[in-house]
T-cell receptor, first 112, second 113 residues
Framework: SQQGEEDPQALSIQEGENATMNCSYK?????LQWYRQNSGRGLVHLIL?????REKHSGRLRVTLDTSKKSSSLLITASRAADTASYFC????????????FGQGTRLTINP | EAGVAQSPRYKIIEKRQSVAFWCNPI?????LYWYQQILGQGPKLLIQ????????DSQLPKDRFSAERLKGVDSTLKIQPAKLEDSAVYLC???????????FGEGSWLTVV
């Protein structure tokens, strides 16, 4: 069964704009991760945020986590055409010895 | 550093036939996963190995799917007999035993006709 649910399912914006994707989950977690998948390729890890963290940055990526609402958001600033991909959140229940449960993903299209 | 290797990349078979996918994880990664990703959906865990032992196979359809990792390195996922609904990408992934980040291969695309 899927743990996370991303919202929106699809997002189309102009290059240079910011893109925000949301993820909601159901059970308690140790960490939440975001992955990117280009069409026809495997998934690539973007960023991990632990349950005791509220915000994390990596380059143009900003992730927030609200454990009280069981939700997370991924913000991509100054989007580029190369950011066109599907983005998945995944939750890990335990530190180190875990299985990741993925959501359905958000399909992001950046228009030049 | 070499990534997770998978083969074949693409396979088309008729229903009721069998197919096998092979995965070579990143060197030193004790944990290996097989995920199934149906078009338009997120990856669903089929089986998780820790070295050569199964950690979780609760979502593996055991009547037709089997997987092994006999020497704790390479792994094989087999489907026999295949059904139309098995058409999907089969993703292999690996992780250091104590790490949190999972590294994925490019996937093996299966079409059952």
């Amino acid at each position: 069964s899927q743990q996370g649910e991303e919202d929106p399912q699809a997002l189309s914006i102009q290059e240079g704009e910011n893109a925000t994707m949301n993820c909601s989950y159901k059970t308690s977690i140790n960490n939440l991760q975001w992955y990117r998948q280009n069409s026809g390729r495997g998934l690539v890890h973007l960023i991990l945020i632990r349950s005791n963290e509220r915000e994390k940055h990596s380059g143009r990526l900003r992730v927030t986590l609200d454990t009280s609402k069981k939700s997370s958001s991924l913000l991509i600033t100054a989007s580029r055409a190369a950011d066109t991909a599907s983005y998945f959140c995944a939750t890990g229940e335990k530190e180190g010895a875990q299985k990741l449960v993925f959501g359905q993903g958000t399909r992001l299209t950046i228009n030049p | 550093e070499a990534g997770v290797a998978q083969s074949p990349r693409y396979k088309i078979i008729e229903k009721r036939q069998s197919v096998a996918f092979w995965c070579n994880p990143i060197s030193g990664h004790a944990t290996l996963y097989w995920y199934q990703q149906i078009l338009g959906q997120g990856p669903k865990l089929l089986i998780q190995f820790q070295n050569n032992g199964v950690v979780d196979d609760s979502q593996l359809p055991k009547d037709r799917f089997s997987a092994e990792r006999l020497k704790g390195v390479d792994s094989t996922l087999k489907i026999q007999p295949a059904k139309l609904e098995d058409s999907a990408v089969y993703l292999c992934a690996s992780r250091f035993a104590s790490g949190n980040t999972i590294y994925f291969g490019e996937g093996s695309w299966l079409t059952v006709v």
